[in-house]
T-cell receptor, first 113, second 109 residues
Framework: IAGITQAPTSQILAAGRRMTLRCTQD?????MYWYRQDLGLGLRLIHY???????GKGEVPDGYSVSRANTDDFPLTLASAVPSQTSVYFC????????????FGPGTRLTVL | GQNIDQPTEMTATEGAIVQINCTYQ??????LFWYQQHAGEAPTFLSY??LDGLEEKGRFSSFLSRSKGYSYLLLKELQMKDSASYLC??????????WGAGTKLIIKP
């Protein structure tokens, strides 16, 4: 079934540890996004990529990095996790031929202790 | 600045009609999206409006007034499965989505 997969589904992480959240899509979408969702704050954009080989910073990029080596994969790395990074992380993608729809992965629930 | 406002929570009765409002101020406008998000799940696309007026899709309709910076999502014949959060998002001039905080809809029997 075509779509977006994320791994892991959930993770408990000690503060200071490095962690990479994985995101893969098989729809050949050009643009990909990483959001975090916290209660009462809605979805906030962390980083995005409009096409393979390019990335950009969103609203809350500090403490996170991304890469886009190919069309399908868009990993998000926390270099040194802090408790304020406890959140639900969603990866999304869109074809990017205009004002088209973003489709979301199932999310990763991350707890940093 | 950019801002999207929607009510935090609404309650409605099974079988009834409910209207969820969204007002926005954004830099550029390439359309307004509504998503549904059940607890513990990912957002899923419901509707898209770029021109003024009403778009109907089964039990769900979405309305847009660009001059007023206003949209609403209308849900008819409410079912228990419609209990979810409804997210309003505006696509700005860079084709990025600016998100509201979401409206939690509680359906009572």
């Amino acid at each position: 079934i075509a779509g977006i997969t994320q791994a892991p589904t959930s993770q408990i992480l000690a503060a200071g540890r490095r962690m990479t959240l994985r995101c893969t899509q098989d729809m050949r979408h050009n643009a990909m996004y990483w959001y975090r969702q916290d209660l009462g704050l809605g979805l906030r954009l962390i980083h995005y990529s409009n096409t393979a080989g390019t990335t950009g910073k969103g609203e809350v990029p500090d403490g996170y990095s991304v890469s886009r080596a190919n069309t399908d994969d868009f990993p998000l790395t926390l270099a040194s996790a802090v408790p304020s990074q406890t959140s639900v992380y969603f990866c999304a993608s869109r074809e990017a031929t205009g004002a088209d729809t973003q489709y979301f992965g199932p999310g990763t629930r991350l707890t940093v202790l | 600045g950019q801002n999207i406002d929607q009510p935090t929570e609404m309650t409605a009765t099974e079988g009834a009609i409910v209207q969820i409002n969204c007002t926005y101020q954004t830099s550029g406008f390439n359309g307004l999206f509504w998503y549904q998000q059940h607890a513990g799940e990912a957002p899923t696309f419901l509707s898209y409006n770029v021109l003024d007026g009403l778009e109907e899709k089964g039990r769900f309709s979405s309305f847009l007034s660009r001059s007023k910076g206003y949209s609403y999502l209308l849900l008819k014949e409410l079912q228990m499965k419609d209990s979810a959060s409804y997210l309003c998002a505006v696509m700005d001039s860079n084709y990025q989505l600016i998100w509201g905080a979401g409206t939690k809809l509680i359906i009572k029997p």
